[in-house]
């Protein structure tokens, strides 16, 4: 299984954020500090997976998971594959591969899609597919996420508890992206603040 890349629209996904009347980099930057402070660590992901998880144990789970029917491998290879039966209001597709640190798992990039989607098919779009996924997350992972407003892609969820942050987007009228991230592994904190934070000058492809 090869680590499928991720969209390079993650990297500029939130340039032009407005939250409310503080700007989105303050507010950010000090709800981080006080998570990262508090020496709180989540680092529970889904289906027995988390921060930390050595690279070779995640093939072992992921292996597990296969033998008892759980999971297969996803499109091209280059993903684990999960298919949602229940905790979604529609069937779905759930595709994610984990990016390492030193070997442990650092960030968890998940795609969702129902599998029932089609242009014409409204319920089954990526605007309701994102609120179910937030729903869910919320019963998961708890109900503190904050809403941003993106000029082009709309609007994204992100929640940060302890060194977890969780951020969950649209890509496209059927695809939706939740993005597991330890922000306490300096490199991973440091590169993907850009996936959150605003940069100081919109990039080309954004305007």
Sequence with gaps: ??????????????????IGSCTPRSRYERKLKHELASGVRNDSLFMGMYFGMPEKQFY????????????????S????????????????SMNFYPSFADGKISEMPVKFQYTG??????SLSSDSLQLDVLKWFKKTYGDQFMKIDH???GSAFVQI????????????EMTVWAIFTDMSVKQVAKDSTKTILPPQNVPKELK
């Excluded at 072992?60 to 499109?75: E, F, S, V, Y």
């Excluded at 993903?79 to 779905?92: F, G, H, N, S, W």
């Excluded at 508890?161 to 496209?172: L, Q, V, Y």
């Design 77 to 92: 290879n280059t993903t684990v594959e999960y298919m949602i039966k229940d905790e979604l209001r529609y069937p779905a």
């Design 1 to 18: 299984m090869k680590k499928s890349l991720i969209p390079i629209f993650l990297i500029t996904l939130s340039a032009g954020l407005v």
């Design 151 to 153: 000029p082009k892609r």
């Design 161 to 172: 508890s302890g060194n977890r942050r969780i951020t969950i987007f649209r890509e496209n």
């Design 117 to 122: 989607w089609a242009p014409w098919n409204k």
């Design 60 to 75: 072992i789970h992921c292996w597990d998971l296969n033998h008892k029917g759980l999971i297969k491998q996803g499109p």
